[in-house]
């Protein structure tokens, strides 16, 4: 004779008491709740606060459950640790609701936005949430780890609206989505030998075309690089910041949303991590920055990369010249437009056609 399945199917989503599927399986078999306490050798007492849930239900009660409901141990193991579960989340739920205003000093509404966390009306599920965004398991940690963890090197604009709390989610996003991508550990040498399949991606355009080629490149050489847009008040267009000592993050905006801009940013990221101590650096507009050199010294390798130091762009007149000297050294025409531009061989509203522009799309 087979035995018949128990099909009781509790819903997770709320807190579930033992105690009800005891009572429910009871009232299947007719056993009385007398009945019950003398065939599991427990006392009225102690029965009233298992289904209550007041007594949890122990592995020895599981294997007696087991016996005289005859469903199996697991199924009662399982439901006490669910229930116990749900109990310290509504608990920790109202612990949580004290820091409610810590939600405020953080750029929630672009967070939602950008779909990097879920959006609650409950608050103390959004602090759950935003926590766990974060990688800490209070609002407490999350101070003690801003304070650690995010010793910067800044370079942005003093006019630009600058909130460190909005850079660190970003770097924070960063992380989450490197976290996705396997490297190999990471070598200076590949590296090396993989700038010029770099550079000749400058010459896809669509972005769809390129990114996947740059994302398996980079992680051949032990870097996750990513594209992600800025919260409000992150007038960051890149950052480097590693990971482990095998692995860096290549962390882009597109603030600048060109072509010219996005390779410049790329390849000055990639000088940081070839050239210099593994540290955080962060790239804004018009920078001020604690160490100059070294961000010279990116500039430089950026821009020659792109286009060699001994080419003289004062000769391209017009269009069509741009157009032949990028097919000659294998370039976008675009980032020679925005070289000219730099040099201020031409004007910032010359040639602007030639660049190809990147727009995030709406979640």
Request: net charge positive.
């Amino acid at each position: 004779m087979s035995k018949k399945l128990y099909s009781f199917k509790p819903d997770w989503g709320h807190e579930v008491i033992p105690g009800d599927s005891i009572v429910e399986r009871m009232s299947d078999i007719n056993l009385s709740k007398t009945d019950f306490a003398r065939n599991m050798g427990y006392s009225d007492k102690h029965i009233y606060k298992i289904i209550k849930g007041e007594a949890s239900i122990t592995e020895d009660t599981a294997l007696k459950l087991e016996k005289v409901l005859d469903i199996p141990a697991s199924f009662w193991m399982n439901l006490e640790s669910n229930y116990r579960q749900a109990l310290a989340q509504e608990q920790e739920k109202q612990v949580l609701l004290v820091n409610a205003d810590w939600l405020k000093q953080i750029p929630l509404k672009n967070m939602i936005k950008l779909d990097w966390v879920t959006k609650f009306t409950d608050t103390g599920l959004q602090i759950q949430e935003c926590l766990r965004f974060y990688g800490v398991a209070s609002v407490d940690a999350w101070h003690k780890m801003k304070a650690k963890n995010y010793q910067v090197i800044f370079k942005s604009s003093d006019k630009f609206n600058k909130n460190d709390i909005a850079i660190q989610t970003w770097l924070r996003q960063g992380e989450i989505e490197a976290q996705k991508i396997n490297c190999n550990t990471f070598n200076k040498e590949t590296l090396r030998n993989s700038l010029d399949n770099f550079r000749q991606l400058t010459l896809l355009e669509n972005i769809e075309d390129f990114l996947p080629k740059l994302t398996k490149l980079c992680a051949e050489c032990g870097i996750a690089v990513i594209f992600t847009p800025t919260p409000e008040n992150c007038p960051m267009s890149g950052a480097t910041k590693w990971l482990s000592k095998d692995k860096a993050l290549l962390l882009l905006s597109l603030r600048y949303k060109t072509n010219d801009h996005l390779w410049f940013a790329f390849f000055h990221e990639i000088a940081h991590i070839l050239k210099h101590k593994k540290q955080l650096f962060l790239e804004g507009k018009r920078s001020f920055v604690n160490n100059e050199t070294l961000e010279t010294e990116a500039n430089n390798f950026s821009a020659d990369i792109l286009i060699p130091k001994e080419h003289d762009l004062s000769f391209l007149k017009t269009k069509v010249d741009v157009i032949n000297f990028a097919k000659k050294i294998k370039i976008a025409p675009g980032i020679v437009v925005g070289r000219m531009q730099h040099k201020e061989i031409i004007p910032w509203d010359r040639f602007n056609d030639l660049k190809i522009t990147y727009i995030w799309e709406s979640k």
